[in-house]
Every structure is written in C-alpha cells, then in structure tokens.
C-alpha cells in the first residue's frame, strides 16, 4: 500500500560540443539532481511562458488557431536562443530525414519564427555561416567558385559525408537550396535591420552564394547563360 516516488535526471553530451562527452553528461544529470525538481520545472515553465509571448491570432477558426499553435509549438521547441544549429523538416517530432537539415528550414520554417521571434530564427542563418568552410570546400571538390550547401547536411555541412541522395544526384542538382540560403539572409536583414550583421555574417554568404551560381552557370551561343542539369523542388524531376 505504499507509494514510491522516483526521480530520474540524465545528462545529454556529444563529441561535437564536448572534449569529454560522456564526463560531462554525467556532471550534467549531477548539477540537475543538485538543483532537484521542483526547480528544474519551475525553470522550464518560464522559459516557455517566455517563449509563449508572441502568438498569431485567427479569430473564428477555432481549428486553424490550433493548428497555428501546434506547428509553433514545433518551431520553439527545436530552437533555442543562441544557436548556431538549424532545424530538421520535422523537428523533435520523428526522426524522418534523419534529422538532416533541408531547405525546409530556409524556406517553411523560418518565416513563421522570423514573424514573431528572430532571435530564434537567426539560428538557421547563423547554421549557414557556420559551414560555410565546408560549403566553400564543396564548390571547390566539384568544380565551383565560392560557396556549395548540400542539399542535406548536418553537423558540418560536407557534401560527401552528409548528403543523403546520390542515385538520384539531389546532393548535386537540388542548387536551388542556394538561393533559398540567399533569400533567408536577406529576409532577416529586413525583418531586424542589423547592417551589422548584414556587413559581418550575412555578406560572407550573400558574396559566396553569387560566386556559385556565377561558376555554375553555362554561356549560350546567342549570349544568354543557363544553369543545367538540375533538380527543384520536385524531386522526381531531376536533370533539368
């Protein structure tokens, strides 16, 4: 007839964020057990409540109002302030795609954060900077001038060992991810105004993306240039 109650904290550490992983996962479920329930929720409470500060009201269409709050449930959960990692076409929600990240991110996600919390869409251009040495080895690998975002990628953003698709090549003929990368950039200068960073994280990307479509392009005989051999969005209709 008695009730137990137990209480269970785990520390979460990877080699990409950490010199001694699997040391500081444990000190992290240490440092949670020291702090103790209680607090550790009261902690996540807030934080959401702050998350929660900007919503997108529907009047009248109960339904659609629930569908707006369940994807932006979606977003605040696979973002954080800070971050320099973007989110994966399904975010926490599955493992579909296997966590890579898409366009998806450039082209679905992040206008509905930009909207209502830029500081937490920032993390998708901020990921973008982040591998941009690897975007620039990309273009070089196969040819091309600047800077190459595969058309999967993850941790480090190398086309080899993180694109996902080569029979068909989306790896090499989805490029249309780089104008979507472009897009973004320019989307969040508007949307906040910083020329700083526009000048300092933004521009990098912005000179590089038009260095590739520059090297990527082929010159006709009449004097026009068409970019060959790729795919759009549309993935069964790849080779264009």
Not at 46 to 72: C, I
Not at 135 to 143: D, F, L, S, T
Request: hydrophobic residues 35%.
């Amino acid at each position: 007839g008695t009730t137990y109650t137990f209480e269970k904290y785990v520390g979460v550490d990877t080699a990409l964020t950490s010199r001694a992983p699997a040391e500081d996962a444990r000190e992290a479920a240490h440092r949670a057990a020291r702090r103790g329930w209680g607090r550790i929720f009261a902690a996540n409470e807030t934080a959401w409540r702050e998350a929660w500060s900007a919503d997108v009201l529907v009047p009248g269409d109960r339904r659609l109002q629930g569908w707006l709050r369940s994807t932006q449930y979606g977003l605040l959960a696979s973002t954080r302030r800070g971050s320099s990692d973007s989110i994966a076409p399904a975010g926490l929600t599955s493992d579909n795609y296997a966590g890579m990240i898409f366009w998806d991110a450039e082209t679905w996600m992040f206008p509905g954060l930009l909207a209502t919390r830029p500081e937490l869409a920032r993390s998708v251009v901020e990921y973008r900077y982040r591998t941009r040495d690897a975007a620039r080895a990309n273009a070089e690998k196969y040819g091309h001038r600047g800077l190459f975002y595969p058309w999967t990628s993850a941790s480090r953003g190398r086309i080899d060992s993180e694109c996902q698709s080569w029979d068909p090549p989306h790896c090499l003929t989805q490029n249309h991810l780089q104008g979507d990368v472009s897009l973004t950039v320019w989307q969040y200068y508007l949307a906040t105004g910083d020329r700083d960073w526009l000048a300092a994280r933004g521009w990098p990307l912005l000179k590089g993306i038009a260095e590739f479509w520059q090297s990527r392009a082929t010159a006709n005989a009449d004097g026009s240039y068409s970019i060959e051999n790729v795919a759009g969005p549309d993935e069964y209709s790849n080779g264009v």
